[in-house]
């Protein structure tokens, strides 16, 4: 959800200087010289603001009634009279990595491709496309595909890639029998390298797949771990599937006995955490 991706309560609007100078001058010859500035130095559009922020600003060319981008931001475009360009700005954290894609006429299911085209798509011009994957195991699921916005302080993301020397954490894929939930619940375990789970404190992650193929939770861990940052840990990613999600992590008393009567005492029988 967008809240948790980007969980800024106020956006601040404003104009692109760039854009500015077009809306002064909107004539085919001063549109085609920004289209082909942005094909050669990618989208969206970043400009100095102040300490700390920077001016984004999305592009996009095309016909629709309505256009937005959406998902980690949720920035409305507008149309520049006579044009097909579409534009919006938003001053926003100068160290900020979220994602996004582009959406037209009510359109709210991120795109399944990584084409530029469609009801929703990525950003034509940005060259950070990221790939969300489906679980093989979920019936309902697809592949989703984001662009990925880059401020220019973004730190780097050091800890979800594997580093040299770090053994990795064992991953036991299993499942348990919820009556709260209801039928099998698949589950991966995280064992971390070098330490028995006897008494380890646990990590309880749901969407499990995406925790572990996207979020990278287990790679993170294990290098924490061996950086002495955290103590050692056991984690326990939660499957959820498309068509139970939102039923099953609603915050009612199903989920509450689920992990407190279910989960909880089942690693501590199977793992002895």
Known sequence: PRSTLFPYTTLFRSRSPRIGRLLDDPSPAALDELWREVAEHGSPLIEPWDDGRVLVTF???????TTRVWWGLD?????VPG???WYGSEVLPADLRTVYCLFHDGAETPPAGPSPHGPSHLDQFNR??????????DPADRDQWLSVLECPEAPAERWTTTHPGVT???????SMTSEALGGERPLTVYLPAGTPPDGLP?????????????LRFHTTLDNLIAA???????????????????????ATPPIAEFVAGELLPW???TFKV
Do not use: C, K, Y
Not at 75 to 79: E, H, S
Not at 168 to 174: D, E
Not at 237 to 244: I, K, Q, R
């Open 59 to 65: 592009l996009w060319r095309g016909e629709a009634t």
């Open 75 to 79: 920035v409305p475009l507008v149309r």
């Open 83 to 85: 044009t097909d360009l």
């Open 128 to 137: 950070l496309p990221f790939r969300f994957p489906a679980d093989p195991d």
């Open 168 to 174: 990795p954490g064992q991953l036991v894929h299993t």
């Open 202 to 214: 646990v990590l309880v992650a749901f969407d499990g797949f995406q925790s572990r193929h996207v």
């Open 228 to 250: 002495g940052h955290i103590p050692p840990v056991t984690a326990l990613f939660v499957n959820s599937h498309t068509e139970e999600r939102d039923r099953m992590l609603s």
């Open 267 to 269: 690693a501590r029988r």
